[in-house]
């Protein structure tokens, strides 16, 4: 099977490479943007991919939602089979895409866009097919468990972590998708739309990492834990589904806090299969690119899609979850959460342990505190 | 498609409940022992169900090599596809039943044979097609996990932890397959035929926890050890494979000391994807029947097979692994390892860390002092 890369960075080169080395697939022509051209194998204009016969198969690794999707649509409605690592596109355009790829009778699979090169979409979707999936989630962005673990280990504070993540390829110059936890985000929205068939595009929550400081980081784990960011799907009654993402407070060994690096944590609960959990490097070149070579070879036995064939766009509903939150606020803000006990203050900084109070709530208290100049830092609590 | 089980005991009640309920697969009949067949369904004729022309495919989860073995060629011959959660009955003929279902043009998967729920085959045969397996292992028996678990939380000495699995239907009644490692061996074989397409047959080392006291646990605990049985295969010279389980000493905090009860984490290194671990039930009814039915959806979208198609029976070569060693023995047996540093002594028994010895050594050592009549306990010890 002759497999076209759309573009060339960090991950296409990956793809390209391993694509020499695959036994069933071979390397077609690469596109890059217009005056990069310099070898033989590189193409600017997408019209000599699609109109390109010899091409059966395209990976998309260049990020974005346009022109992604246009060409996506145009290679899937000229025949090829369509394979991604771009969350923003699937979490944008998933449903479109999955619909277009039936009608065209082509695969259309995205395991490298959730968990880099952890097969959680892949099994899930396996799963899917004789077992009901009661939760999906985990730690699905690696930029931020980078971050998290220097500053555990080390003390460092956040902008240093940052710095060092970026310094290491980890997070982009901008990184206002990873730390505010929109990357990790779009990822449980894939989750969902494979295990429910409904891809939330509305109601969704998701707090990051970008209001933790080093101070925060001393307190909770002199209190015995560890901070991940977790996200979190369920379902939820009319068809709706849980999807969000917040910081959360982990026992040191609990399971999650021997997730250290750039390393991602997903999992799924099966009604059968029990709790199922996958650790593993959730970004990187070789990560990303073997995710996107273990879909283009699934096609050749048959892999065709990850979406069930009636997947729809919905709306969140977070209105049944709810958990204790570990908050740090302004002293004169100390009313906005029923207080369960209070850890520490110094007549400013207040830190306390919240009664339990829906995810909803915590997360639109914690945005109108922050639009009156309050700063606050909160995490879930994993209790028992 | 229609699918006949062979077996209803644990596992096969599950997995005749869950094709009930499972889209595109339907039950066919059940083979019970003669005198067993209390209900429509139930057969006691094997060729009652091979010579049914609307059986598509055969579920086997009786255990045990034979009748197993002749039952699955006849259904292979018959050109009915066959999946087994049997890790006796692959390990000693997988590359027999390779070849001949290969022959009928028939799927012969078995992904509950190692891991039970944990879908560690199949992601490892997937991953085969496009990376480089650089090793496969991990914690792959929950009977002794759970064991090993209870003794290091609770104080519990060996008899009580084995009666205590035994009641809640963890272990069998003769529980010497999981205790002795054999059953964690016969898993990591299936691994490496997986990996390497070489089901080593000769030269493997099992060491198992049967020699594990209170004792060792407070000792080892106190120096912050945790113990788990781990089974190990990597690549070996000249087409063999390294291939052994032995209980392994990791530091609290280390991912594999999270691993509590019966759970499993199996894990595979990819050259491109790195580490991947894969965490789950290891053993169970539902979880079991939850990888068959996985398996048995898997081939109506075109599964085929799991070991490659010149996958051959072959030799363990363990020359080259090599570990330093917590060893229990007694006094009078000090020089049989060259000893890094002596832990405690009480003038009879004494607790050594050894320089790195070879595992082909270690476990020959053991083997001999034992026969001597020697109590010994060893554990190879993580470091670093």
């Not at 699905?140 to 220097?150: A, E, W, Y």
């Amino acid at each position: 099977m002759k497999v076209a890369v759309l573009g060339y960075g960090t991950v296409g080169v990956g793809v390209y490479e391993m694509l020499q080395a695959a036994e069933g697939l071979e390397a077609g022509p690469v596109l890059v943007r217009p005056g990069k051209e310099n070898e033989a194998f590189k193409v600017s204009r997408i019209e000599d991919i699609v109109g390109d016969p010899t091409v059966d198969a395209v990976a998309e690794v260049m990020g974005g939602v346009e022109p992604a999707f246009s060409y996506a649509m145009a290679a899937i409605r000229a025949g090829k089979h369509f394979v991604t690592s771009n969350k923003a596109l699937v979490a944008a355009k998933g449903v479109e895409l999955n619909r277009a790829a039936r009608e065209a009778g082509v695969s259309f699979l995205f395991s490298a866009a959730c968990g880099g090169g952890v097969p959680i979409l892949h099994n899930l979707a396996r799963a899917v097919r004789t077992d009901e999936i009661l939760s999906v989630g985990g730690i699905l962005n690696g930029t931020t468990n980078f971050m998290l673990d220097q500053m555990q280990s080390t003390g460092k504070d956040y902008a240093d972590a940052l710095r060092e993540a970026q310094e290491l390829g980890y997070a982009e110059a901008d990184p206002t998708a990873d730390v505010t936890g929109l990357d990790a985000l779009r990822k449980i929205m894939l989750a969902c739309a494979v295990a429910w068939g409904v891809l939330p595009k509305e109601g969704l929550l998701n707090e990051g990492i970008d209001s933790l400081s080093a101070a925060d980081v001393k307190d909770f784990m002199a209190r015995g834990f560890v901070c991940r960011l977790v996200a979190s799907g369920q379902p939820a009654p009319e068809g709706k589904v849980s999807a969000y993402v917040e910081p959360v407070l982990v026992r040191a060994g609990d399971a999650e806090s021997a997730v250290l690096k750039n390393y991602n944590m997903a999992r799924y609960e099966g009604r059968n299969a029990g709790p199922i959990a996958m650790i593993g490097q959730g970004a990187g070149r070789y990560p990303t690119a073997s995710a996107v070579l273990r879909d283009l070879s699934g096609i050749c036995v048959g892999e065709a899609a990850m979406f069930p064939a009636d997947c729809v766009e919905g709306v969140a509903d977070n209105s049944a979850a709810a958990h204790a939150y570990y908050v740090r606020l302004p002293e004169a803000c100390a009313d906005a959460f029923p207080v369960r006990e209070v850890l520490a203050e110094d007549g400013e900084t207040l830190r306390v342990l919240t009664e339990t109070v829906s995810v909803q709530k915590m997360h639109e208290t914690a945005r109108a505190l922050r639009k009156a100049n309050n700063a606050v830092f909160f995490a879930a609590v994993r209790e028992g």
